[in-house]
């Protein structure tokens, strides 16, 4: 099969599954408590969708050092997700290890979209 460049960033794959992270975060945050609409709940959702909107503004930009500095934010966001998920875990306010799964492959997903980039 033949790679057709893509045109849009909802036609990259890492794309796709950050938006289906944060989508899936957004559904299991409703069960966190209500003290933590403004703590925890607020920070995930802002980290989460951070990823996604990176990678959407970094296809956009001309230069590959460009792409990949907003990459690299975006890497960062997703850091950051992982770290809220532990932290939902340690308090039990839920089961988020598929959350974890998904977080994790979208993070092998960049770092290979990074290193195309950089190739």
Same mark, same amino acid.
């Given at each position: 099969?033949?790679?057709?460049p =893509?045109?849009? @960033? +909802?036609?990259?794959?890492?794309?796709? #599954?950050?938006?289906? &992270?944060? *989508?899936?975060?957004?559904?299991?945050?409703?069960?966190?408590p209500?003290?933590?609409l403004?703590g925890?709940?607020?920070?995930?959702r802002?980290?989460?969708?951070?990823?996604?909107?990176?990678? =959407?503004?970094a @296809? +956009?930009?001309?230069?590959?050092?460009d #792409?990949?500095?907003? &990459?690299? *934010?975006?890497?960062?966001?997703?850091?950051?997700?992982?770290?809220?998920?532990?932290?939902?875990?340690d308090?039990?306010?839920?089961d988020?290890?598929?959350?974890?799964?998904?977080?994790?492959?979208?993070?092998?997903?960049?770092?290979?979209?990074m290193?195309?980039?950089?190739?």
């Amino acid at each position: 099969m033949k790679n057709i460049p =893509a045109k849009s @960033f +909802k036609d990259l794959i890492v794309w796709q #599954k950050a938006h289906e &992270l944060v *989508i899936s975060i957004y559904r299991i945050i409703t069960q966190f408590p209500k003290e933590e609409l403004y703590g925890l709940t607020s920070q995930i959702r802002r980290s989460s969708a951070s990823v996604a909107a990176n990678i =959407a503004e970094a @296809f +956009k930009k001309r230069s590959g050092l460009d #792409k990949l500095r907003i &990459l690299n *934010i975006a890497q960062g966001s997703l850091s950051e997700t992982q770290y809220h998920l532990v932290l939902a875990a340690d308090l039990r306010y839920g089961d988020v290890s598929l959350l974890e799964m998904k977080a994790e492959e979208v993070s092998k997903l960049l770092e290979s979209y990074m290193k195309a980039i950089r190739n």
